[in-house]
Structures are given as structure tokens and as C-alpha cells.
């Protein structure tokens, strides 16, 4: 079975500054990871993605994350954050073996304040 | 090309009764999940089905149940409702188990369940 854990339930910012959002997962198998964003009133939409190769991973809207198997971690970043990044941003995870069962984490909530 | 739809988009119910929830899954995607998201919290794994068969079901009780049907819609159906099953619920989509597959879920904008 697997778990994900997001440290953070809210993270205010301000607008331009850097951010990083963290998880931590537990599994006995080999996963895939996932990050993505619910906008109010919204489906979750992929953000990226780490399957295998390169652990660091580029997303949509200037959003990066970095696999590392050694802590079991895939902590998402960007840079600069805007007003339009506010919303709701879980990590996933789904065992390599077909199933696609996705254990969510309960969520990162993003404030981008002016 | 059309992503995946969900029906209704919100609805009301009373305890007790039942509740039946409509999925169109991205066209060339043969599996469909479904998934509970409770108020402030992460969505919890219901159902997944593939090529019309449950292929995994999550910790549920029998009150919920789904199928899929030969055009890859599916329907969630909730019977004998509790205040408990307040949610979003959520449907994904994919390609299956097929090489193209990169492992992600498409999901719908979910249909928000009231019970009153």
C-alpha cells in the first residue's frame, strides 16, 4: 500500500516570490508521481509527472519537482509565484503495476497575496 | 477534442435515497476511476473500471457501486445516502494498460453530491 503525506495544509506568499510545496510518500513497490491543481469549483488537473530517467521534472505554468528515491520525497517549486497560482495542489502517487489506483495527499492550499 | 464530462454537475438529495452519477470518459480512454473528494481533503480511490470489468475498488461500502458500459461511460450509483456522502465525486480517465499509457488520469470537473 502506499501514503503521501503534504507537510504544509496552507502556504501564504507573496506574489513574485519563490515556493515550495512539499511531499513525502511511503510504498513497498516502485511509483509513479504526480502533482496537480484544483481551482475552486474545479476537477484536478495534471501539473507533471515522474515516471523514470531525469528526477528533475518540468510541468505546466513554470511549476518544477524533484524525485528524490532517497528520501522518498517530490517536493514541487517555482520560482516566481502569481496571483492566478492560488489554489488547492495535491501529490500522487500510483504503484508502476497496472492498477492506477492514485493515493492522494489531503492537499497544499497556496495563497499568492499582492 | 472533448475532455471527460460529468453529469450531473450538482445535485440535492435527502437521506436515504439513491444517487446515480454519469461519466464520459476522453474518447480512446477504456478506463474509467472514480473518486470521492470530501470537503478539504485529498480525493479517496472508489472504483476503476477497464474494458467494462471492475479492475479495483477502494474502501467503500456496498451501498456504492459502479459499471462501465461497451461505449467506456460508466455510472457511480449510492444507495440508502448518508449526511457522510457529501462530496465531489470525481471521475478520471486513461488509456489502460496499453504502452501508450503514461500513467496519468484525466479528470472531470465531478458531480458535487449534497444530502441533506
Known amino acids: 500500500a502506499q501514503s503521501v503525506t503534504q507537510l504544509d495544509s496552507q502556504v501564504p506568499v507573496f506574489e513574485e516570490a519563490p515556493v515550495e510545496l512539499r511531499c513525502n510518500y511511503s510504498?513497498?513497490?516502485?511509483?509513479?508521481l504526480f502533482w496537480y491543481v484544483q481551482y475552486p469549483n474545479q476537477g484536478l488537473q495534471l501539473l507533471l509527472k515522474y515516471l523514470s530517467g531525469s528526477t528533475l521534472v518540468k510541468g505546466i505554468n513554470g511549476f518544477e519537482a524533484e524525485f528524490n528515491k532517497s528520501q522518498t520525497s517530490f517536493h514541487l517549486r517555482k520560482p516566481s509565484v502569481h496571483i492566478s497560482d492560488t489554489a488547492e495542489y495535491f501529490c500522487?502517487?500510483?504503484?508502476?503495476?497496472?492498477?492506477?489506483?492514485?493515493?492522494f495527499g489531503p492537499g497544499t492550499r497556496l495563497s499568492v497575496l499582492p | 477534442d472533448a475532455g471527460v464530462t460529468q453529469s450531473p454537475t450538482h445535485l440535492i438529495k435527502t437521506r436515504g435515497q439513491q444517487v446515480t452519477l454519469r461519466c464520459s470518459p476522453i474518447?480512446?480512454?477504456?478506463?474509467v476511476s472514480w473518486y470521492q473528494q470530501v470537503l478539504g481533503q485529498g480525493p479517496q480511490f472508489i472504483f476503476q473500471y477497464y474494458e467494462k470489468e471492475e479492475r479495483g475498488r477502494g474502501n467503500f461500502p456496498d451501498r456504492f457501486s459502479a459499471r462501465q458500459f461497451p461505449n467506456y461511460s460508466s455510472e457511480l450509483n449510492v444507495n440508502a445516502l448518508l449526511l457522510g456522502d457529501s462530496a465531489l465525486y470525481l471521475c478520471?480517465?486513461?488509456?489502460?494498460?496499453?504502452?501508450?499509457?503514461?500513467?496519468?488520469?484525466?479528470f472531470g470537473e465531478g458531480s458535487r453530491l449534497t444530502v441533506l
Open positions: 500522487a502517487v500510483s504503484a508502476r503495476s497496472y492498477g492506477q489506483n492514485f493515493v
Open positions: 478520471a480517465s486513461s488509456l489502460g494498460p496499453t504502452r501508450q499509457n503514461t500513467g496519468e488520469l484525466f
Open positions: 510504498s513497498s513497490v516502485s511509483v509513479y
Open positions: 474518447s480512446g480512454h477504456k478506463s
